[in-house]
């Protein structure tokens, strides 16, 4: 790991860190799984008590367990990979993925590592739940695309962390600080110049 990253924050974990790839993942965090768990045991606990017919049970069941997973974060993964100069954004559904029998719910998304020129945090409202934060790439060409599809709920600082590091990865923070450094200089040599005119 590098510069005092523990690997572990709740936003992402660190699987690679080598100076040509970053890769990065995130998995359903204990939200869901509660969610999971205490839905699933709703419908169970129905199923148990109810006189009705093994079907309905069954539906019972299968319903409860149906909005839970449709409530479930993805298992979502993101590499920077300065030899081939690409990133790539990964997402696998475990609700898409039983709805449609394993035929789909992976999505993979390809960009140019060359035409990022920024990468920052954004706060998201998440209905019920308030503020949610998560890492925006943004593309030269004004497109933005999300680390992750879920933001992260609660606090700032893990989801800055990672944006952080991905900044140091890339050296962006060296690049935007040589970039104003340049910008400061141009202003000083104008100013510099008009008061030898004048």
């Not at 993101?78 to 609700?95: C, G, H, N, Q, R």
């Not at 990672?162 to 990865?169: C, D, M, P």
Request: net charge negative.
């Amino acid at each position: 790991m590098d510069d005092g990253w523990d690997g572990s924050m709740g936003y992402m974990t660190v699987e690679t860190n080598s100076p040509t790839l970053l890769h990065l993942k995130r998995a359903p965090g204990i939200r869901s799984w509660s969610l999971l768990v205490g839905i699933t045991s709703a419908g169970l606990a129905a199923a148990y008590y109810s006189s009705d017919s093994i079907l309905w049970k069954l539906f019972y069941v299968a319903g409860c367990l149906f909005v839970a997973l449709q409530n479930m974060e993805e298992w979502e993964e993101a590499m920077f990979d300065k030899t081939k100069k690409l990133i790539e954004l990964k997402t696998i559904s475990l609700y898409a993925l039983l709805l449609t029998l394993w035929r789909r719910g992976q999505e993979r998304i390809v960009l140019d590592l060359a035409q990022l020129c920024d990468v920052c945090v954004e706060e998201e409202r998440v209905r019920y739940l308030g503020k949610g934060y998560h890492v925006m790439l943004r593309l030269a060409a004004g497109i933005s695309y999300p680390l992750t599809q879920s933001a992260t709920m609660g606090g700032r600082s893990d989801v800055e962390a990672v944006a952080s590091l991905v900044k140091r990865f890339l050296g962006m923070d060296e690049m935007q600080r040589k970039q104003q450094e340049y910008e400061d200089y141009g202003e000083y040599d104008s100013t510099d110049s008009d008061n030898e005119a004048d």
